[in-house]
């Protein structure tokens, strides 16, 4: 295995993985905050799934929102 190819590959998924998900949390939350309904932190979670490598890692936290 070519460590170096697969650290800038692996960090190239994560990143469009953090981006994408970021764009996705936000637009819900100012459709939900334009609706009244965005209220407290919202609990979110995570999963990542590599079937080939049998792994399945599971995040979870909350992201405050300030309302």
């Known amino acids: 295995m070519d460590d ?7 960090r190239k998924f994560l990143k469009q993985v953090g981006v994408t ?14 609706s009244g309904a965005l209220s407290g ?3 979110a979670r995570v999963t990542l799934t590599v079937e080939a490598l049998g792994v ?3 995040v979870e936290g909350d992201i405050e929102t300030g309302a």
């Open 21 to 34: 998900s970021q764009q996705e949390i936000e637009k819900a939350a100012r459709a939900a905050d334009a």
């Open 56 to 58: 399945s890692h599971v």
């Open 41 to 43: 932190p919202l609990k």
């Open 4 to 10: 170096e190819k697969f650290n800038m590959s692996m």
